[in-house]
């Protein structure tokens, strides 16, 4: 695990640990929801990359969480410890009665983690007991998991909070906590609105009166979840506790990716094992992909922009000297450089893009594509995402010319009788290998019956096209003063079940645009099978 000097307080040989909460934090966020499955495979892919501690959920809360934790207990890990997590007893209830606590036991997890109220505010009003029950609840449910042979991590809900309110009653809890066993005491900012400085002064001001490891829990409403982390850790923080990709309710919580980096790489601290920082960016994609929530493209070190560049500076710079635009080597966590090329890029961003391609584009072509490109963008076309209308674009200007397949003609038309839906029909006429075919078909919408005709008259001497289907079709008006009139611009996704390739179309006519579009996709798949199979087409 490459890593750069220390700074501040946090470098040297002390070790931070990582508690990861995907599968239970995570799962809080509105649109998200894991099956047993999908929990099952996260817990692998985090054991994998070597995350010391991985909370499955909550025992009891739901029959899922239930239901995961007798699979998991079966499951063998090889780095992590899965843990549990769970509240404290209930007012007026004994420790050793407490179902909740129980079921913490049942799970089996060596280490179990509860949640306790520090803020007094919660205690009276929400607990509507007093804060000395408060405190007791907090020791006593420690206490009694404690004697059973668990390890107890104790996370101070509200915490900041409370701290701020009454200072002395959230010192008392965590004090009961430490007392009764607790190895970790975690100082939790729940509702996400705290700033790294008092963050900081919280963390050093409690590490004075606290004798056992402190950990750090923050949600991420006011923007700063990472960078409390990180300012917790030089406050002298043993375990940051947060979510793959930032997951969590409201806002989300912590995002373990840039943490983990950020104190590998920027802040000297070890926190996974060696050689784990190169698969961030696949941990950070799987677990998009088996939450079925698209990446961020964005999203620091992992997504999939995180290192590419536009501006004709950037590109030009990136060509003679990396380093002096990006922070770290995007391989160092997985990642891989790009260039965007668009009207703000240069003749070095079209050759950056061309080898990234595997295309030749010899010189002389260059300042005629740099034009049309610029032009074609001034008229609404984008290819920061469309590379393979791009890729097209650049073996044009090169002389290049495709052999697939020519249009002669598209119709398209679109009836409706009385109260019935609406049905789209269209007729292509293609010439592929000499051979001119006539094809029609139906549809829901004119797209749809274009795309079905289409794939008739090309499959006649194309059979591969059984391999490709459409993913995704976005449509976006360019200038909305226009109203009807306004240019369209329209984004195709393709697949053929190995890789994913976007085109684009622009035109005042959406069904020109879509056209341009899926004829694109048609080409871009043509074309990259037939070079993986007989070589390039030159």
Partial sequence: MAAGPATGEAGGD????????????????????????????????????????????????????????????????????????????????????????????????????????????????????????GVAMVRDSTAFLSSQGRRVFFDAEHFFDGYRADSAFALRVLAAAEEAGAERLVLCDTNGGMLPHDVARVVREVAEVTGAPLGIHVHNDAGCAVANSLVAVEAGVHQVQGTINGYGERTGNADLVPISADLALKMGVPCLPDGAMEHLTDLAHYVAEVANIAPDSHQPYAGRYAFTHKAGLHTSGIARLSRAYEHVPPEVVGNHRGVVASDLGGSATLKMKAGEFGVELHDAAIPSLLTDLKDLEARGYTYEVADASLELLMRRADGWTQSFFDIESFRVHVERRGGEASLAEATVKVLTKGTRHIESAEGAGPVGALDTALRKALSNDYPELDTMALEDYRVRVLDETHGAGAVVRVLIDTSNGEREWTTVGVSENIIEASWEALTEAYLFGLLRPREDREGREG
């Fill in 14 to 133: 002390r070790a931070v640990e990582l508690y990861d909460t995907t599968l239970r934090d995570g799962a809080q966020r509105a649109d998200l929801s894991y099956s047993i499955e999908d929990r099952l495979r996260i817990l692998h892919k985090l054991d994998q990359v070597g995350f010391p501690f991985i909370e499955g959920g909550w025992p009891g809360a739901n029959p899922r969480d239930t239901e995961f934790f007798k699979l998991a207990a079966k499951e063998t890990l090889a780095n992590a410890q899965l843990t549990s997590f769970g509240m404290t007893r209930r007012a007026g209830e004994r420790a050793e009665d407490s179902s909740v606590l129980r079921e913490l036991l049942d799970t089996g997890t060596e280490v179990v983690c509860i949640v306790g109220k520090s803020w007094d505010l919660h205690v009276t009003d929400a607990l509507r007991t007093t804060p000395d029950e």
